[in-house]
């Protein structure tokens, strides 16, 4: 399941696209992840990035970022979480 820690997680995105954050912060994390491209992108609207874990699909890079700081231990206090959403917040709005 997803909440296991074998569950596979999928990134669909390309060089151009704000894909690359998510690339990094999967490294920085150390989680092993599938690089899917952009051919069948479960994404209802079509946009990139795109990250499956097990039976959870994201989209929008800040939900991304933010669900898999939470999903692998990064987001361990109420201090960590308000300076990880400040930041991707600003991000995404800019």
């Known amino acids: ?5 074998k569950a596979r997680v999928e990134l669909w995105g390309s060089r151009g696209s704000r894909s690359p954050l998510v690339d990094w912060w999967l490294h920085e994390l150390g989680v092993e ?8 992108n479960p994404n209802p609207f079509g946009s990139i990035p795109c990250l499956k874990d097990g039976a959870i699909v994201l989209f929008e890079s800040g939900a991304i970022l933010l669900y898999l700081a939470d999903r692998f231990g990064a987001l361990t206090s109420p201090r960590k979480k308000a300076e990880a959403f400040k930041w991707v917040t600003w991000a995404n709005a800019s």
């Open 1 to 5: 399941g997803v909440e296991g820690d």
């Open 33 to 40: 992840w599938e690089d899917r491209g952009t051919a069948g």
